[in-house]
């Protein structure tokens, strides 16, 4: 599967962004999709996870009650929706997955095979 991540941009404090997850070559829909974020100087954060079959959805503390994760399976793609953006959610933002990549309700998820070339979010006024 090929994964293109898009959506990313310059958001002031407050505002939302909507990322998008393109996938290709399979069905997104048999695989758990997982968003992760490289910040400068921090490590790799799970950020949202939305499983296969169930489509449950897990996120870290960080983000819960601002992002949401979805799926479009009309479209091939998941979505990650993030309003009340804040500076300290700038990041690069990455959608990933493999056949044997499983959610966590820990969010400490494992490091997928598959990913997306990573989309730009910056928060700042």
């Known amino acids: 599967v090929q994964l293109q991540a898009s959506g990313g941009g310059l958001v002031q404090p407050g505002g939302s962004l909507r990322l998008s997850c393109a996938g290709s070559?399979?069905?997104?829909?048999?695989?758990?999709i997982a968003w992760f974020r490289k910040a400068p100087g921090k490590e790799r954060e799970g950020v949202s996870c939305v499983s296969r079959r169930a489509g449950t959805t897990y996120y870290a503390d960080s983000v819960k009650g601002r992002f949401t994760i979805s799926r479009d399976n009309t479209k091939n793609t998941v979505h990650l929706q993030m309003n009340n953006l804040k500076p300290e959610d700038t990041a690069v933002y990455y959608c990933?997955?493999?056949?044997?990549?499983?959610?966590?309700?820990?969010?400490?998820?494992?490091?997928?095979?598959?990913w997306g070339q990573g989309t730009h979010v910056t928060v700042s006024s």
């Open positions: 070559g399979s069905t997104l829909e048999y695989y758990d």
């Open positions: 990933a997955t493999d056949p044997v990549f499983f959610c966590r309700d820990t969010m400490e998820l494992p490091t997928p095979d598959y």
